[in-house]
Every structure is written in structure tokens, then in C-alpha cells.
């Protein structure tokens, strides 16, 4: 089956806090691409990073980082020292041939990041 | 900006109606795939196409249908709505099917009254 589940549905920090944004998800495949996106007030979806299931090296980019584990099939996203332009919708999604090629989206965490 | 043009923007119908949707994708992008997000909800999969061919559904009703034209725009069309197709719906293109990031629309918000 094929399912994302992020268990976090709000999680509500202060400036400069580090947070994880936890992503679990569930595949037959051995082949598959991991993302996350981020929603913020105004609505928009944007792209954050891509990993394919071969590639677990974690990749760092700013204050962003990812850590990507397939021994417990999980997917986390750090954001290190965040700041208020980070509160956003965050959503982790899974593509794989099983799933007959479409992108499926967790829940998304709800990021509060108070000044 | 994302390169992906959706119109409209908003909408308000009243229930029994029926609605388009229009997409046009990224320029080179063959991909189009089409979301629904109702209120505090995730986005939920509906349909893909690929270079003009349904390539994947979702749990999409069958009020619902949608189409891929040869310049690769894109049509979901909304029939017989009821208040609870409320939502936005977001449309999403990438250059390949299923191993590629997912480039959004701005969406287009429907209220049905």
C-alpha cells in the first residue's frame, strides 16, 4: 500500500527553536521518490527537495536539513533556528510505480513559529 | 512564480451546477496532475495525465471528469456539485511522470452555495 502519514498535526514553536517535522511512509516498491512541500498562508505550494529511494545520504541546505532512514521507512525535516517566515503548512509526499504514478501527500504539520 | 497558470481563481456556483477548470502547465512539461484540498485538509490526489494519456486516478468522483489536450492544457470538469465540493483545487505539472518534483498552480477556489 501506499501512504504517507505525518502524525504531527500542529506543532507550535518560538523563534530560533529548532523543530523536526516527522514524515513516515509506506511503499512495495523499491524504487521511489520522496518530497516535501511547504504551504504557506497565502497558499501556494512550493517545492522543498526530492530524495529517491536509493540516495540516503541526508542533504543539508541552510537551515533546512533532511534525514532520510529507509530501515524505518521515515523521512524527517529539521529546520534549525526558525523563524517566523517558516509558519507554514508542511506536507511530505511519496511517487512510486505502485502506486500507478501518482504523487500522494501526508496530512501535513502545521508549523507556528511565534516571534 | 511557478510557471503554471490556473483560472480561475474563484468561483461561486450554486449546488447542481457544473464548473471547468483550466490548467495550462509549465512550459515542456508533460505532466499535469490535478488535487483537491477542502478545508484543513490534505490534498488529495485525483487524476494525472501524461502527454494527453490518463496515467494514474485517484479517489476521484464520478461527477468528476477531466482531459489532457494535444498542447497540454488541461480541463477538470465538475458536474451535479453539492456544498461539499468546496475546495480548493490545485493543478500540478512536471516535466516527467512519477520521479519528478511537482510544480503548482495558485489554485482555484470553489464555493458552492
Known amino acids: 500500500a501506499q501512504k504517507v502519514t505525518q502524525a504531527q498535526t500542529e506543532i507550535s514553536v518560538v523563534e530560533k527553536e529548532d523543530v523536526t517535522l516527522d514524515c513516515v511512509y509506506e511503499?512495495?516498491?523499491?524504487?521511489?521518490?520522496l518530497f516535501w512541500y511547504k504551504q504557506p498562508p497565502s497558499g501556494e505550494l512550493v517545492f522543498l527537495i526530492r530524495r529517491n529511494s536509493f540516495d540516503e545520504q541526508n542533504e543539508i541546505s541552510g537551515r533546512y536539513s533532511w534525514n532520510f532512514q529507509k530501515s524505518t521507512s521515515s523521512f524527517n525535516f529539521t529546520i534549525t533556528a526558525s523563524q517566523v517566515v517558516d509558519s507554514a503548512v508542511y506536507f511530505c509526499a511519496l511517487s512510486d510505480l505502485t502506486g500507478g504514478f501518482k504523487t500522494i501527500f501526508g496530512a501535513g504539520t502545521r508549523l507556528f513559529v511565534k516571534a | 512564480d511557478s510557471g503554471v497558470t490556473q483560472t480561475p481563481k474563484h468561483l461561486i456556483t450554486a449546488t447542481g451546477q457544473r464548473v471547468t477548470l483550466r490548467c495550462s502547465p509549465r512550459?515542456?512539461?508533460?505532466?499535469v496532475y490535478w488535487y483537491q484540498q477542502s478545508l484543513d485538509q490534505g490534498l488529495q490526489f485525483l487524476i494525472q495525465y501524461y502527454n494527453g494519456e490518463e496515467r494514474a486516478k485517484g479517489n476521484i468522483l464520478e461527477r468528476f471528469s477531466a482531459q489532457q489536450f494535444p498542447d497540454l492544457h488541461s480541463e477538470l470538469n465538475l458536474s451535479s456539485l453539492e456544498l461539499g465540493d468546496s475546495a480548493l483545487y490545485f493543478c500540478?505539472?512536471?516535466?516527467?511522470?512519477?520521479?519528478?518534483?511537482?510544480?503548482f498552480g495558485e489554485g482555484s477556489r470553489l464555493t458552492v452555495l
Open positions: 500540478a505539472s512536471s516535466v516527467w511522470d512519477y520521479t519528478g518534483e511537482l510544480f
Open positions: 511503499t512495495r516498491d523499491t524504487t521511489y521518490y
Open positions: 512550459s515542456g512539461d508533460l505532466s
